[in-house]
Each structure stands twice: as C-alpha cells, then as structure tokens.
C-alpha cells in the first residue's frame, strides 16, 4: 500500500471530480500530494519516524505494516481501538489532501487577482463545511494514530509524540491554519 493516495481515493464526501492521471487537473493533483504528503508525515510522525516507514512501506507484516494498514490495540483508556491506517476509504492523508485541495481551487489566480468561474444556470456554494468536516476526520484519526503510537513506544522509539497537533489553531509554526477555526459537526 502506497503512502501517496491514488486519485481513486476521492470520492464520496471527499469527492474531487476530474482527476483522472491524464488530466491537467489530475496532474496538479498528482503534483500537490508530491509535496504535502511527505510535509504532513513528517509533521505528524517526525522526519526519522517517516524515513524508516517510507523504507518499509512495502512490508507485508510488522510494526510499519501496522501505522499504513491499521490495527486494533488497547488504547490509553484501557479500551480496544482501531488506528484505521492510510487505506482506501478512511486515510487521514487523502482527507488532508482534500483539505489542501480545497483550498488550492477555491479560485483562480489571474493577471487581475483571484477569480472564481461564474457557470451558467448554477448558484455559488460553500466547500468550508465539506473542508472542515474532512479536516476534523483527519485530526480525528491522527488523535488515534498518536495514541497507538504512544502505547506502543518500545516498537517506535523514533516517535517523540506531539505536543500540540501540527494543524491547529495553538501551532505558532504553521501559519496558514492559525486563522482556520476547527468546526465541529
């Protein structure tokens, strides 16, 4: 299972329409996940903590195969809980994506500024609430995905864990989400 998620991923409430590889919007996609995929690892899993899973990615079993495919485990709480991994249909990482997405297309920019197209026969309608819903997932599951990796520290001694969550509001290093209020739905 690839870290980088397949356009295919995109789809249902994090649909992102014509983003086939052969299309220049699926190009730009392609070219957005390059970068913001290893960004968003390293930030959540530090850079060393990444590097070895980026190695072992290929793995069939183990304690990397755990963190990309999920696995259920005895949380903090003493409860059973399952950290859903970075696979199709529940992947923090295309939630992320999408988030960033958003955010990229929202308008166009132009020689005279942003522009948004004006179609015909269609009323303007808000992307915020699909945003912040996929974004609120996506800190959802990282919650979890810290509390397996903080129970099982003597499997991932590279995991120095999280004082604050990278993409909140209270992380003074990442400017672009300080003026972003976390909506919960």
Known sequence: MPLIPSYLEFEGSISIPNVLPTKASGEALATLMSYEVPKMLTDILGYELYTLLKANEAQGSGIYHNIINGVEFTDSLDRLNKWVGFVRGSNPIANYIYFKWMAQTASTSTGVGEKVPNAENM??????????????QMVDWLTVLHDYLTINEADY??????DYCPYTKGNPNYKYFQTLPLVVL
């Not at 001694?157 to 999280?162: E, H, V």
Request: no cysteine.
């Open 157 to 162: 001694p590279s995991y120095l864990g999280l």
């Open 123 to 136: 009323v303007s309608g808000d992307g915020a609430i699909k945003a912040n819903r996929a974004w609120n």
